[in-house]
């Protein structure tokens, strides 16, 4: 697999999370809902798998938005409608010299909470 495609699933397991929190649901529930192993959720969220389409529909059924899931944007999302500490974040994801490093260091903050 080439870095981009790494990337992407580093990326998407992120936003997974993202989903999952803001539906405020607890890991647990997730895979049970799904039927998935705890072991197999764990590996989406933290960017070592990516679901198949059977399981992204699966995800899109428990109100998961899919869509910023893939690409990153939420349907009718601007940059206008960022808060302030979105912009911040976004202006450092921008200005730093390794991207990948940054979302490392983001995810191991955000585990340690």
Do not use: C
Not at 7 to 21: D, K, P
Not at 43 to 48: A, D, M, P, T, V
Not at 54 to 82: K, N
Request: glycine fraction near 6%.
């Amino acid at each position: 697999m080439n870095n981009s495609s790494l990337e992407l699933i580093l990326r998407i397991g992120i936003r997974l999370t993202v989903e999952r929190q803001r539906l405020n649901f607890t890991q647990k529930h997730v895979y049970n809902a799904l039927g998935l192993g705890a072991a197999t959720l764990s590996r989406y969220e933290n960017g070592h798998a990516a679901p198949d389409m059977l399981q992204a529909h699966a995800f899109a059924a428990l109100g998961y938005d899919m869509h910023y899931v893939l690409t990153g944007q939420r349907i009718g999302e601007s940059a206008s409608d960022l808060t302030e500490n979105e912009r911040t974040w976004l202006e450092l994801y921008r200005q730093a010299n390794d991207p990948k490093m940054l979302m490392r260091l983001v995810r191991a903050f955000i585990a340690a909470e």
